[in-house]
T-cell receptor, first 113, second 114 residues
Framework: ETGVTQTPRHLVMGMTNKKSLKCEQH?????MYWYKQSAKKPLELMFV???????ENNSVPSRFSPECPNSSHLFLHLHTLQPEDSALYLC????????????FGDGTRLSIL | EDKVVQSPLSLVVHEGDTVTLNCSYE??????LLWYKQEKKAPTFLFML????IEKKSGRLSSILDKKELFSILNITATQTGDSAVYLC??????????????FGTGTRLTIIP
């Protein structure tokens, strides 16, 4: 149990589908993050939320739409994805201070047909 | 552009060996360097290094940071099969928006042969 829970664990979808990834943190953190991990590439930061407000969008295509209804929950809404979007999507949370590390969930393995 | 480079990309050793993993970086507004271990699931936190020259230890694992030469090493002594994983190095900086931003290397895949 990492304190950060992601669902679903695996997702297969067609390019025209709409789906959502969910992340929940039980650590009382104020900041939440979405990362993309593709094969043989470094983890890439996608979005940052601080106190429910999106504070950073790392040039992510609009087919990825994040939502943070409160500081414990984070969603990533997906629509009309491309095959190159197949990857492991990791959620992380932190207290927001530079002296505390980010804690990661187990990720959602996404496959686009 | 921020850069984190890890070496080697992969390493295969026998149980009981000692390994050293390397991480070099170039970032602006550096705050700290972190090591994570990733097996099949979530990256799990190992160390956060902020000050140069101070070794951090946790059991058979240890790490040190050199802020002048911009690198860090992660040592694992008396390796065990459970140490097999991808070891990720990441550098934390503060973005122009005041957020923590982690930039990751591609990782070192460590395989321990029984």
């Amino acid at each position: 149990e990492t304190g950060v829970t992601q669902t679903p664990r695996h997702l297969v979808m067609g390019m025209t589908n709409k789906k959502s990834l969910k992340c929940e943190q039980h650590l009382g953190h104020n900041a939440m993050y979405w990362y993309k991990q593709s094969a043989k590439k470094p983890l890439e930061l996608m979005f940052v939320y601080n106190f429910k407000e999106q504070t950073e969008n790392n040039s992510v295509p609009s087919r990825f739409s994040p939502e943070c209804p409160n500081s414990s929950h984070l969603f990533l809404h997906l629509h009309t994805l491309q095959p190159e979007d197949s990857a492991l999507y990791l959620c992380a949370s932190s207290s927001g201070t530079v002296h505390q590390p980010q804690h990661f969930g187990d990720g959602t393995r996404l496959s686009i047909l | 552009e921020d850069k984190v480079v890890q070496s080697p990309l992969s390493l295969v050793v026998h149980e009981g060996d000692t390994v050293t993993l390397n991480c070099s970086y170039e970032v602006t507004n550096f705050r700290s360097l972190l090591w994570y271990k990733q097996e099949k699931k979530a990256p799990t936190f190992l160390f956060m290094l902020t000050s140069s020259g101070i070794e951090k230890k946790s059991g058979r694992l240890s790490s040190i940071l050199d802020k002048k030469e911009l690198f860090s090493i992660l040592n694992i002594t008396a390796t065990q099969t459970g140490d097999s994983a991808v070891y990720l190095c990441a550098v934390l900086r503060i973005s122009n928006f005041g957020n923590e931003k982690l930039t990751f290397g591609t990782g070192t895949r460590l395989t321990i042969i029984p």
